[in-house]
């Protein structure tokens, strides 16, 4: 799934090919994207609007387009933007035209992605509210606040991190990159961390995330960027995917287990493993 260092990339690039632009027309070709708004409704508002600016909070990308109307879309599992892309391009479930000629095919294989509206800024930032915390890339992402958010937390710090509500945009890949870099364990209890591990895990989620954007994103499934090329950061994963392989830090082999549901990479001696409470 595309995570914040794979949205930013797509958001970059397009940014200055849309920005500026107006927005001719959407055609939506698959209902199911923007439920429980009609097909019909998403489009009229949309359609004939200026693009002011192409922005992203956590993984999701923001439209944001003239008369305070912003659509809001979230790639999911194997959402991708291309611009421009050879006729007959598959898994098209939504079409941009934009008033330069250009066209942006939202390609979708297991039509997981989202697009929804909002028709104010007021709608927008509730919106957010609802969901996301804060931005791991933004000047409030300090190791304050994120002991703020750990202080008291059950949970094993994987999902700690891959909750949106907390940190907005990190993901599976990212998550065990920012784990193996702060050498803490996956499935250490977020709240009994100490003060430094929990400043060398706000540091380290930011080296993550940066490492995958100076990479343009990692490529697995089905991730492009719009001009159809892919990500390199998965030539350069730390421990992500990497099991049975020896870590590049003590040569101990990576292993691979589930936590917070999902397949998870550490390696158990940079990063020991909690001991099981009696
Ligand atoms: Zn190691």
Same mark, same amino acid.
């Given at each position: 799934? !595309?995570?914040?260092? @794979?949205?930013?990339?797509?958001? $970059?690039?397009?940014?200055?090919?849309?920005? $500026?632009?107006?927005?001719?027309?959407?055609?939506?070709?698959?209902?199911?994207?923007?439920? !429980?708004?009609?097909?019909?409704?998403?489009?009229?508002?949309?359609?004939?609007?200026?693009?002011?600016?192409?922005?992203?909070?956590? /993984?999701?990308?923001?439209?944001?387009?003239? $008369?305070?109307?912003?659509?809001?879309?979230?790639?999911?599992?194997?959402?991708?933007?291309?611009?421009?892309?050879?006729? $007959?391009?598959?898994?098209?479930?939504?079409?941009?035209?934009?008033?330069?000629?250009?066209?942006?095919?939202? *390609?979708?294989?297991?039509?997981?992605?989202?697009?929804?509206?909002?028709? #104010?800024?007021?709608?927008? #930032? %509730?919106?957010?509210?609802?969901?996301?915390?804060? @931005?791991?890339?933004?000047?409030?992402?300090?190791?304050?606040?994120?002991? @703020?958010?750990?202080?008291?937390?059950?949970?094993?710090?994987?999902?700690?991190?891959?909750?949106? #509500? /907390?940190? %907005?945009?990190?993901?599976?890949?990212?998550?065990? @990159? %920012?784990?193996?870099?702060?050498?803490?364990?996956?499935?250490? +209890?977020?709240?009994?961390?100490?003060?430094?591990?929990?400043?060398?895990?706000?540091?380290?989620?930011?080296?993550?995330?940066?490492?995958?954007? %100076?990479?343009?994103?990692?490529?697995?499934?089905?991730?492009?960027?719009?001009?159809?090329?892919?990500?390199?950061?998965?030539?350069?994963?730390?421990?992500?995917?990497?099991?049975?392989? !020896? *870590?590049?830090?003590?040569?101990?082999?990576?292993?691979?287990?589930?936590?917070?549901?999902?397949?998870?990479?550490?390696? +158990?001696?940079?990063? !020991?493993?909690?001991? /099981? /409470?009696?």
């Amino acid at each position: 799934m !595309p995570e914040l260092p @794979e949205v930013e990339t797509i958001r $970059g690039q397009l940014a200055p090919r849309v920005e $500026g632009r107006v927005l001719e027309a959407l055609r939506v070709g698959d209902a199911r994207w923007c439920l !429980p708004l009609g097909v019909a409704e998403v489009e009229a508002a949309v359609s004939g609007r200026r693009v002011e600016e192409l922005g992203r909070r956590g /993984k999701y990308l923001v439209w944001h387009l003239e $008369g305070d109307v912003h659509l809001v879309m979230h790639l999911r599992m194997t959402g991708t933007l291309l611009l421009d892309p050879p006729d $007959g391009t598959p898994y098209a479930r939504v079409r941009f035209e934009l008033d330069d000629g250009s066209r942006l095919l939202f *390609c979708d294989p297991r039509r997981f992605g989202t697009g929804e509206l909002a028709r #104010s800024s007021e709608e927008l #930032s %509730a919106f957010f509210a609802a969901r996301l915390g804060v @931005e791991p890339l933004g000047a409030d992402f300090t190791a304050e606040r994120v002991r @703020e958010l750990a202080r008291g937390r059950r949970a094993p710090v994987k999902a700690f991190l891959l909750d949106q #509500s /907390k940190i %907005a945009g990190v993901g599976n890949i990212y998550a065990d @990159e %920012a784990l193996f870099r702060a050498r803490i364990h996956p499935l250490r +209890e977020t709240g009994t961390l100490r003060r430094a591990q929990l400043g060398a895990l706000r540091d380290s989620v930011v080296a993550a995330l940066s490492a995958g954007l %100076a990479a343009g994103g990692a490529t697995i499934d089905d991730f492009r960027h719009a001009d159809g090329v892919m990500g390199a950061f998965q030539d350069e994963f730390l421990v992500h995917r990497r099991a049975g392989e !020896p *870590c590049t830090v003590c040569g101990t082999t990576v292993r691979k287990f589930v936590a917070a549901g999902r397949g998870t990479y550490a390696c +158990e001696r940079c990063q !020991p493993r909690p001991r /099981k /409470k009696s």
